[in-house]
């Protein structure tokens, strides 16, 4: 199965700030790759999908960028609403994998 | 309103079986894959199973942790997908989620990620 590690775990930033998140593979997997953000006892929602599609309704501060191994997830300028954990999915093969998460975290 | 609700979660002794069931409203059910995701007390996601459409012929794809245990099944017509859980271990304590699949065509070329989340419903396998 192929490997998808996220990096940081976990990260405490202030509003208005430019947060990064990386995912990495350990293998190619073309441009299979989506985010996901979660909250507190909800479900995961889609972001961003083929590493660089924003999702219908997903605010344009969020982007994602990257090929082959290595993705970037970016949000541009930091809101309230965006403190959750956020997950990279890796859908080329079988079975899917998500990244361990990354939890922001207000500073 | 595009909907997904899970049901059947609950209280199981290892060994046991479950059923659970995602009723799904207010899109053409029988055109996307359906997908279960579940996600372990204070844990990250796991994906757990897909069923494709009906282009596909509803076949299935299963995580080696589940495999052989697990069983999703739908019916179109309902709009429903189920997920029969079998030999039931601790380590299958988890809110499992239904999702759809959002492909860029029908016969899905493209696979786009899970666009529709259900709330999710909890199974605890505990004696």
């Known amino acids: 199965a192929i490997q998808m590690t996220q990096s940081p775990s976990s990260l405490s930033a202030s509003v208005g700030d430019r947060v990064t998140i990386t995912c990495r593979a350990s293998?190619?997997?073309?441009?299979?790759l989506g985010w996901y953000q979660q909250k507190p006892g909800k479900a995961p929602k889609l972001l961003i999908y083929a590493v660089s599609s924003l999702q219908n309704g997903v605010p344009s501060r969020f982007s994602g960028s990257g090929s082959g191994t290595d993705f970037t997830l970016t949000i541009s300028s930091l809101q309230p609403e965006d403190f959750a954990t956020y997950y990279c999915l890796q859908d080329y093969n079988y079975p899917q994998t998500f990244g361990q998460g990354t939890k922001v975290e207000i500073k | 309103e595009v909907q997904l609700v899970e049901s059947g979660g609950g209280l199981v002794q290892p060994g046991g079986s479950l059923r659970l069931s995602c009723a799904a409203s207010g899109f053409t059910f029988s055109d996307h894959y359906m997908d279960w995701v579940r996600q372990a007390p204070g844990k990250g996601l796991e994906w757990v199973g897909r069923s494709r459409n009906k282009v596909h012929s509803h076949t299935t794809e299963y995580a080696a942790s589940v495999k052989g245990r697990f069983t999703i099944s739908r019916d179109d017509s309902k709009n429903l997908v189920d997920l029969q859980m079998n030999s039931l271990k601790t380590e299958d304590t988890a809110v499992y989620y239904c999702?759809?699949?959002?492909?860029?065509?029908?016969?899905?070329?493209?696979?786009?990620?899970?666009?529709?989340w259900g709330q999710g419903t909890t199974v605890t396998v505990s004696s």
């Open positions: 999702a759809r699949g959002y492909c860029s065509s029908t016969s899905c070329p493209d696979f786009y990620g899970m666009d529709v």
């Open positions: 293998q190619g997997i073309r441009n299979d």
